[in-house]
């Protein structure tokens, strides 16, 4: 498995570096199929953010679905330590959730039942942002993050692209969970229409489908 750590705003130490590698040794006993893992390490100068100046992102990159964790701390090792405890816990789940699909293959009953709460909404281009579309150029590259500010004013928007495949209810959860966001967006593969599954409490989650109607330019 290849380990590749890269610095935003700051430089990495060969001592760090080796720490990192030790640290995410234990990947292969959960995700043994994993093919590499992408850490970046990110410091914030502001001494108004001293308490979280230090921010560790781990990806790792399998046959799957990308599993992603993220932490921050005054300190870079701290940082890191908490990222890999939330990375582990993301891929135990993971295991955990396959187990669960076989048994369910089998016929053997789960300890445990997911409900989910379906909600759909039209889309009939009446809703806008006033003035985002136009200080918000959309990123351009796949997977990297592009931050802007609006206008003049304190608000920062982080936006990032990433490619997928139509998938259904089920599978998005499952990927919601491994990247640790509170939502997850996807393209649902029985309607392949966009949808938005997002977790509620305990064992409960939400989907919100659009109903979009797109327009299509004749060539």
């Given at each position: 498995?290849e380990i590749v750590v890269v610095g935003r705003h700051t430089e990495v130490a060969p001592r760090f570096r080796k720490h ?42 399998d046959k799957g679905p990308v599993v992603r964790a993220e932490a921050s701390a005054s300190d870079r090792y701290a940082a ?140």
């Amino acid at each position: 498995m290849e380990i590749v750590v890269v610095g935003r705003h700051t430089e990495v130490a060969p001592r760090f570096r080796k720490h990192v590698e030790d640290k995410l040794s234990k990947v292969t006993q959960l995700a043994p199929y994993a093919q590499r893992v992408d850490v970046e390490v990110t410091h914030e100068s502001n001494p108004r953010q001293a308490s979280s100046s230090e921010r560790i992102e781990l990806t790792v990159r399998d046959k799957g679905p990308v599993v992603r964790a993220e932490a921050s701390a005054s300190d870079r090792y701290a940082a890191l330590d908490a990222a890999t405890t939330k990375l582990l816990e993301r891929l135990r789940r993971s295991h955990d959730r396959r187990k669960a699909k076989s048994a369910r293959r089998e016929g053997r009953a789960l300890p445990a039942e997911i409900e989910v709460e379906v909600e759909t909404v039209a889309d009939d281009g009446s809703l806008e942002l006033a003035g985002i579309s136009d200080t918000l150029p959309a990123p351009t590259e796949t997977d990297v993050a592009v931050e802007t500010q609006l206008g003049d004013s304190p608000v920062l928007v982080r936006q990032k692209v990433h490619t997928t495949s139509p998938v259904s209810v089920e599978e998005a959860i499952n990927e919601m969970e491994l990247a640790g966001h509170p939502f997850y967006l996807f393209i649902e593969a029985e309607t392949h229409q966009p949808a938005v599954v997002y977790h509620r409490h305990g064992w409960t989650y939400g989907v919100i489908r659009l109903d979009a109607q797109a327009e299509v330019t004749p060539t």
